[in-house]
Nanobody, 126 residues
Framework: QVQLVESGGGLVQTGGSLRLSCAAS????????MGWFRQAPGKAREFVAA????????YNSDSIKGRFTISSDNAKNTVYLQMNNLKPEDTAVYYC???????????????????WGQGTQVTVSS
């Protein structure tokens, strides 16, 4: 059974940094694309970033470009989201997700993601 467990969320001031981790288990993920999504209260779930398990390909939302970096450590079966220069509008629950890399649709689409973590809260105070 696939499990995705996020960690690293918390409360930070505007301009601060956090690093989220997503520990994956239960399967060989070499054929998967891993994504980060977020959902703020009263808003739809939003794509943040994605990475092929090899790390060769990354995809980023325009809203976080230049501030967030997605990376992976295959040896640890872990995907990271380094978040710098955080803004109050980044406040949300952040979810890690996994999909087969050959699934149809862009990496930013949430529907092809088969597995989701429970989410970790990120709160940025002004």
């Amino acid at each position: 059974q696939v499990q995705l467990v996020e960690s690293g969320g918390g409360l930070v001031q505007t301009g601060g940094s956090l690093r989220l981790s997503c520990a994956a288990s239960g399967r060989t993920f070499s054929t998967y694309t891993m994504g980060w999504f977020r959902q703020a209260p009263g808003k739809a779930r939003e794509f943040v970033a994605a990475i092929s398990w090899s790390g060769r390909s990354t995809y980023n939302s325009d809203s976080i470009k230049g501030r967030f970096t997605i990376s992976s450590d295959n040896a640890k079966n872990t995907v990271y989201l380094q978040m710098n220069n955080l803004k109050p509008e980044d406040t949300a629950v952040y979810y890690c997700a996994a999909r087969f890399s050959i699934s149809t649709g862009p990496p930013s689409a949430s529907a092809p993601y088969s597995y989701w973590g429970q989410g970790t809260q990120v709160t940025v105070s002004s």
